[in-house]
């Protein structure tokens, strides 16, 4: 299996043993995420943007609690075709929002002990309806604490507050082709919020 069908199977699991319980309120008139209009999404995360934190947070996860206080990087969610076709948006700690939010391409070396934090919501095409997607994180280690990912440790939190497991390489493998960036995606240009 390649990185991104593992990838698609982990969200996959973590949606159906996650948000089952939750999903029942956002209703959407669109299955397809691609099909959702600017104030779809707006409607969308009023709905569910509360239950978001309180679900990564079941476990008691301190970036799960916290995030929400770090600086946020763009102005509202998008949909881009990865991390599951969720609609996503990422908050930068303090550590990392000065140098994250240049959104620069070449020569980027993140601070020790950078964060990212990147929620997401799903559209479940079943039930016509929002739900909690995971939390996916990525953390700077010191130098040389892990050179196949250029020391970054992926992480993530399901909807019912457990870690999400898999490979380091099932996140790199994709993150990799931004060598220049510290192995950062950053949002689409039209929603990034600079500094
Ligand atoms: C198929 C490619 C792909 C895979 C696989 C992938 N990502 Fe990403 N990731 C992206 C893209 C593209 C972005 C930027 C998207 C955006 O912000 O809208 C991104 C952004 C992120 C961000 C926000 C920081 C940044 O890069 O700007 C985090 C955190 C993140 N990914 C974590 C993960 C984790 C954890 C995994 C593995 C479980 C993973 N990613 C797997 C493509 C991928």
Redesign the pocket.
């Known amino acids: 299996m390649n990185?991104?069908v593992i990838?698609a199977v982990?969200i996959a699991v973590a949606i159906i043993a996650g948000t089952t319980a939750q999903a029942q309120d956002c209703q959407v008139s669109v299955t397809d995420p691609f099909d959702l209009t600017e104030s779809d999404i707006a409607r969308i995360y009023d709905c569910i943007g509360d239950r978001m934190v309180a679900a990564y947070s079941k476990g008691g996860d301190t970036v799960a609690k916290n995030y929400r206080g770090w600086t946020v990087t763009?102005t509202r969610h998008?949909v881009?075709g990865?991390?599951g076709n969720g609609l996503?948006l990422?908050y930068a700690n303090d550590i990392a929002a000065e140098q994250?939010l240049k959104f620069a391409e070449q020569g980027v070396v993140m601070p020790v002990g950078s964060q990212?934090?990147?929620e997401s919501i799903r559209i479940n095409a079943t039930k016509n309806a929002a739900e909690v997607g995971p939390l996916?994180?990525?953390t700077k280690l010191e130098t040389g604490a892990s050179p196949e990912t250029g020391d970054w440790l992926?992480?993530?939190i399901q909807p019912n507050g457990d870690p999400?497991r898999?490979q380091q390489a099932?996140?790199h493998?994709?993150?990799k082709i931004?060598e220049g960036q510290d192995?950062?995606?950053?949002?689409?240009e039209e929603v990034r919020i600079g500094n």
């Open positions: 990185s991104l990838f982990l763009a998008v881009d990865t991390h996503l990422t994250y990212l934090a990147k996916t994180l990525m992926y992480g993530g999400m898999f099932s996140c493998d994709c993150h931004w192995y950062l995606g950053y949002p689409i």
